[in-house]
């Protein structure tokens, strides 16, 4: 039995594995305030808070899409939906902003526009306007106008009221195993080793987050009949930093934590994080799905693949090393033997004056697909290429190095000169393909524009932020007038 905390009661729930949470919420227990756009985790309809306690700076209210998440991942876990806000007739200050700030018109993305307020109000880093902007990018509104949102998010965000739900982030807790069975579907969610091997040594499909798994319950109708969960097994949300530098990611490390975590310790993974996805999708998806998942244009293997960095295998017979360079064998294939998970990455440390960057191209700048990412760094001695590697995203059927444009860098001067010479290696090492997201053609000029920015950018600096800036701006003429 699937058993959870819902508006402060307990909920048991004897529902199909392949259940959303979403239809869960809106058929069987009648709560309509949470709604359905997309059912693709875009439009923020679904949003609901999920109390995590195993967070890697404690506990947290995390806003997450119901619409792709499966019911028996919250086994376990406190949830609150919009009907649970309210203290009787008293608002909750999330629900209060958006009355004060007019900012709900005909109404339908409301629910999930509150439930992101509501985690808006428990954090403690809302001081700039990017950060508010990150925080409710995943909400799409199309009637109100963004800006009585931003006004409400700006009056709360970080207000962290005294209340029964700040209250819950006092509260410790650990990951609960659980084990489900319905109508020859089955479900795991071990917090040991030997389970988990068996199960996948029998043929279950390994979730952790089901970002990119639940787009297949709910866009193609498919059914698993074995999921096996690793979120809870020992280690696979350690995010730290060894004695030698070295930066240790657990696999089920949420892409939230990864990114705050990185923001010191890999900027330039933190970059590419920026942009990865809307605050709900990368409070479940986690760096080790992304990997496994092996799509030729997943965001963090290009970055990776340019800081040198390894993935950690595991199976019943111990552990094992291998450079991401060689885990992506084919299109959605991987390295992983039968009977193998993906356990951690480790990314060694930067050596003394590298220069790094990390560039993604895609339709608009918030959770959109790549067309084209890079991840670059470059190291010189005496103004020459020690050593260099390109990562590319969306340019062959895995994220793959432009092996034979490093080689012909290295020795060369980091100039645009030098690397114009040799450029053209690049449309010799990668044949993209031509499809709705750019042609291959837009592909390969894209490519070769992102080699000549890094060049651009790394010429003096190592390593260049990207600018808080707003998504909105307002641009005054000149004498003040608008």
Known sequence: MIRFTLNGRTVEAQASPNTTLLDYLRQDLALTGTKEGCAEGDCGACTVAML??????????????????????????????????????????????????????????????????????????????????????????????????KEAVAAVGGCRPKDRFAARLAESGGWQAASWERQDERWAAPTEFGPLFDAVERGARVVCGATDLGLLVTQRGQRFADLVSVEGLPGFKDLRVEDDGTAHIGAAVPLTDLEAFASDALPVVARMLRFFGSRQIKHRATLGGNLCNASPIGDMAPVLLALDAEVVLRSRGGERLLPLSEFFLDYRKTALAPGEVLAAVRVPPLANGARTAAFKVSRRREMDISAVALGARVELVDGRVSAVRLGFGGMAATPARATLLEGALVGEPWTEAAVEAVLPLLAQQFSPLSDHRGSAWYRSTVAANLVRAFVEETAEATFRALPQRPLSTVVEPAGGAK
């Open 52 to 149: 995590d306690t195993e967070g890697a700076n404690g506990p947290v209210w995390r806003a997450i899409n119901s619409c792709l998440t499966l019911l028996p991942m919250v086994h376990g876990r406190e949830l609150v939906t919009v009907e649970g806000l309210a203290d009787g007739e008293g608002l909750h200050p999330a629900q209060a902003a958006v009355v004060e700030r007019l900012a709900s018109q005909c109404g339908y993305c409301t629910p999930g526009v509150v439930m992101s307020l509501f985690e808006a109000c428990y954090r403690g880093d809302l001081d700039d306007e990017a950060a508010r902007d990150d925080q409710m990018c995943g909400n799409l509104c199309r009637c109100t106008g963004y800006r009585p949102i």
